[in-house]
């Protein structure tokens, strides 16, 4: 389906709204051209035939039925302006909703490769300049459309011969639209492109502001900026070229074309005086004519916000397109937490493989730690029991079930997860806690953070457990957030537990409550540890160590240091290092 098609379809979501618009526009439209006709009767019947001595009461009457006119058209032309502005706002309001809804739908891999900054585009510009279609676009079509056609009935029962030649207005500006598209579409491609890598430098930037001041890439950076930006402005520029060549200049050249016939075809009338005219007809007939171009103009000058609609429609519709998966309200009890991975192998593209034969047991309960060099396949394990990917060989089965026969949000909802950096909401540190769930009450979030030691840390914050959190806590210290995350864990008591790095960024006074706060969590679920401090997972039920994607060595911590393997190598080394 097309994108002016299915944005039409949007449209029709509230047809009700704009079919009351439309008749009322109809109504505004029928009083408005009524106006010659009376100023046409006032001029023939009374002032011209009265001669000297018009019936000035008939006259006054004409005026005041004139002025009545144009009140109701007035009052109309309100009513079907606020209904249809009513009806874009609603038409934009559903659009939104249902483009966030479809990223959420949306698979990790899709975001992998596209910026947060050319998402949140979609989200905001290009539906903002969809707005102008419903809000501004449409309506004046709608308007013009009605007004050229009331016209064009006015003229045939003033001339036909006339309004016959003024149809020729029709096919010529179909055509100059379609010439206007040709180019057009291709600058505003370029431009709502440019509008995403704008916004997405500029996520990124204020992301990594600390690491461009820390190495002085603000001159780079500004470098970048302006490319994409004098680029942006280039294809801005040739888009208002065009626009004002094809806009004023077109109406100014039909508007005189058509003077030019009109004098021609008066001027024929006039030589023949059994076929004069009379001055009322003449006013009419320029009335109207000057009326006919004002609809025109308005065509025309919204051409430019028609396409740039259109380009924004489709990128929109294009993510929309994008094969998601329906989020999913079932319920299942929570389960044991006994996790199997079974000849498991996996890769984030086709060509690469970052699992092989991936195969171990947790049992209910027991703490499993990973470990490994960096790009070992430690969080992509993670990755793959939460469903954020799925394997492509072998099966990964909880309390015996595969989980691909699991809905992704109903296996995540008894599994939780802090990670080494954890995400904070905008909002207070509660809310963070109970990220809005109405299941977690007052009382049972702060047992969450009074169990994982947050009440010490936290006492000092002047509204406690309510102190605000802007974006990320970035005014609250790495190990406060940390615990607020494990709080978050806690409260909603999930079977499968994630500890993804979780003491790596702590400082050494804060560890301590870190590690008594992660006893705490461990209780009673299955866990899973990333760690690089060996030190931290002694304790562990079983240590798995993973080496280029394939389980080199796994058993508890004495087992490991008697085979004096790469766990034992590893473990040697940190105790060197922390010693030096």
Known sequence: MSTGRRLLGYAFLYKKIIIGALAMLTVAVAADLAGPFVAKKIIDDYIIAGGKNPDMAAILKLLALYFGLVVLASFFQYGQGYMLK????RVIQQL??????????????????????KVVARITNDTEAIRELYVTVLSTFFTSAIYIT?????????????????????????????????????????????????????????????????????????????????????????????????????????????????IWYFGGEAIEASSAISIGMLYAFVDYINRLFNPVQGIVNQFANLEQALVAGGRVFKLMDEEGIDVSQEEMPRYQGNVSFKGVSFGYKEDECILKDITFEAKKGETV??????????????????????????????????????????????????????YLF??????????????ISREKMEHALKSVGGDL?????????????????????????????????????????????????????????IQEAMEVLKKGRTTFIIAHRLSTIRTADQIIVLDRGQIAEKGSHDELMEQKGKYFQMYQLQQGAMAG
Request: glycine share 6%.
């Open 86 to 89: 009513k009806s874009a706002n």
């Open 426 to 439: 905008t909002g207070t540190i509660a809310s963070n806690v109970t990220l809005g769930d109405p299941a």
């Open 150 to 262: 009331g016209i064009y009935i006015a003229l045939f029962i003033l001339s036909p011969k006339l309004a016959v030649g003024c149809l020729l207005l029709l096919p010529i500006l179909y055509s100059w639209m379609i010439l206007y598209r040709r180019y057009a579409s291709k600058y505003n491609h370029f431009i709502r492109s440019r509008v995403s890598d704008i916004n997405a430098m500029m996520n990124e930037s204020i992301q990594g502001m600390s690491i461009i001041q820390a190495f002085a890439r603000e001159k780079e950076t500004k470098k970048e900026f302006e490319r994409l930006n004098k680029e942006h402005f280039s294809y801005q520029n040739k888009l208002l070229s065009l626009n004002s060549l094809t806009s004023h200049n077109l109406v100014g050249v039909l508007r005189n074309l058509v003077f030019v016939a009109f």
């Open 457 to 513: 840390v936290l006492k000092n914050l002047e509204k406690g457990f309510d102190e605000p959190v802007i974006e990320k806590g970035s005014t609250l210290s790495s190990g406060q957030r940390q615990l607020i995350s494990f709080a978050r864990a806690l409260a909603f008591d999930p079977a499968i537990l994630i500890l993804d790095e979780a003491t790596s960024s702590i400082d050494t006074e804060t560890e301590t409550v």
């Open 96 to 117: 939104r909703e249902d483009v966030f809804r479809q990223i959420q739908r949306l698979p990790i891999q899709y975001f992998d490769n596209l910026p947060a900054g």
């Open 369 to 422: 730690a990973l470990v490994g060099h960096t790009g070992s396949g430690k969080s992509s394990i993670m990755n793959l029991l939460f469903r954020f990917y799925d394997c492509q060989e072998g099966c990964i089965l909880i309390d015996g079930q595969n989980i691909k026969e699991i809905p992704r949000q109903t296996l995540r909802k008894h599994m939780g997860i802090v990670l080494q950096d954890p």
